[in-house]
């Protein structure tokens, strides 16, 4: 296996027929560390293989020149499958590690997606070895995940790889015949993975379109609670500084000094302090009832829509914080047609979008599935390895 073809991260960020155009936000630090190469690997006839830098216990931004965990969420987000691979020496331990399966993966990507592999089993001097490092990533997995339940975990080593060292490193590699090296299934789901291209893309549609009105479901609950509220106390104004006025007109008109002036001056100064009170009513009380009314709602944004199931319970907290920094940034004054109108538009194309793709896919599901040619290339993606025939990122594993 050989490279037969290298571009630098500016053509792939800017070309158009690379999905890498939203990663130029990412900057030119990142750009100079990410690499294509193509290999004339037949594994690697329709697939790319994006290999990202490995995990560090503790780095910051400055010291990579780019956002990690925000590429791994991009990066996330395009793939059909995502591999978290861990060595026997740092099983789950690392820090960055942590934040990525916690907290990045799960809002870039769907469960289902997320192979975790054990790799280089062959590494550890015995069977006792293996099953305590296997333990110990079963624990930080639960941990980081908060569930009991935890994921499956691949175990895998190279047979080739095995011999060579086994004799280096005077290990007893007689165990690994006990276990089952799930390299041949791991290689089987990757090579799966092409073909499920068009199920995700009706997930993405159905899965984003479902959070999208979500979010615009939250304004316009907003915006009506707002107008209610503007309604009711405007009406509330209107009454009080009636009542007012004309309280104010009868008094004077009782008023002995007044005896002599017209009643209908005396009702036209009623009006004017009926209407001086509604007018400052509505430029200073109801600019601070509203602002109170905006507290209060930013205070319990849960308020703003139904979470009658697990479903929606999940889709809300997906855009919770996207709602919260909208209203804080708008303060509540955008348009409410224009949310309506866009509501609309979100729902008809999450509906017929993803039933136009799931027919798709029920008319491709009986086709032939044909089989790679063992005599074409295929790019792969590397981030750290000039020489491993990856389309590179500079080290993302």
């Known amino acids: 296996m050989h490279v037969t073809e290298e571009r630098d991260g500016k053509v792939l960020l800017n ?40 995990m560090l216990d503790s780095i910051t931004e400055r010291e990579r020149g780019y956002d990690y965990q925000e590429v791994i969420g991009d ?10 691979l861990f060595d ?16 990045t993966l799960p809002s870039h990507t769907f469960e289902e997606r997320v192979l975790f592999v054990l790799n280089r ?45 086994a ?47 979500h979010f615009l479901e939250a304004l316009i609950s907003y915006r009506r609670g707002l107008r209610t509220f503007r309604i009711k106390y405007a009406l509330t104004g209107f009454l009080g500084s ?6 104010t007109a009868c008094v004077m008109m009782k008023t002995d000094l007044l005896a002599n002036v017209d009643k209908s001056v005396l009702l036209g100064c009623g009006g004017l302090i009926a209407l ?35 479903t929606r319970r999940d889709s809300w907290e997906a855009v919770c914080g996207l709602v919260r920094e909208y209203l804080k940034r708008t ?31 029920h008319q491709l599901s009986s086709l032939k599935k044909n089989k790679p040619r063992s005599s074409d290339s295929g790019p792969c993606v590397d981030a750290n390895n000039p020489e491993s025939g990856h389309l590179t990122n500079d080290g993302v594993r």
């Open 15 to 54: 070309g158009p027929e690379y999905p890498f155009e939203t990663l130029k936000r990412h900057g030119q630090r990142f750009a100079s560390h990410f690499r294509l190469k193509k290999v004339n690997s037949p594994f690697l006839k329709n697939l790319a293989v994006i290999d990202t830098p490995g």
């Open 75 to 84: 990066l996330a987000e395009i793939a059909d499958l995502v591999l978290v």
């Open 88 to 103: 026997p020496h740092k099983a789950g331990t690392v820090r960055e590690a942590h934040i990525s399966i916690r907290d």
């Open 121 to 165: 089993i062959d590494e550890c001097g015995s069977l006792i070895d293996l099953l305590r490092v296997y333990g110990t990533l079963c624990w930080n997995l639960s941990q980081i995940t908060g569930r009991k339940d935890i994921p499956m975990i691949h175990l895998t080593y190279s047979p080739h790889a095995r011999t060579g060292l």
């Open 167 to 213: 004799e280096r490193w005077e290990l007893d590699p007689s165990y690994l015949r006990y276990l089952e090296n799930q390299r041949e299934s791991l290689k089987n789901a990757i090579l799966q993975a092409p073909r499920y291209r068009l199920d995700h893309l009706a997930t993405f549609v159905e899965t984003h379109g479902e959070r999208l009105s």
């Open 242 to 247: 009636m009542l007012c006025g004309g309280v």
């Open 276 to 310: 001086s009170l509604l007018v400052i009513w509505m430029t200073l009380f109801m600019k601070y009832f509203a602002f109170r009314f905006h507290r209060i709602r930013m205070k319990d944004l849960d308020r703003l829509t139904h979470l009658e199931n697990q």
């Open 331 to 361: 303060a509540g004054r955008f348009s409410f047609k224009d949310v309506k109108k866009e509501y609309a538009a979100v729902r008809r194309v999450r509906d017929k979008g993803s039933r136009d793709i799931r027919e798709a896919l």
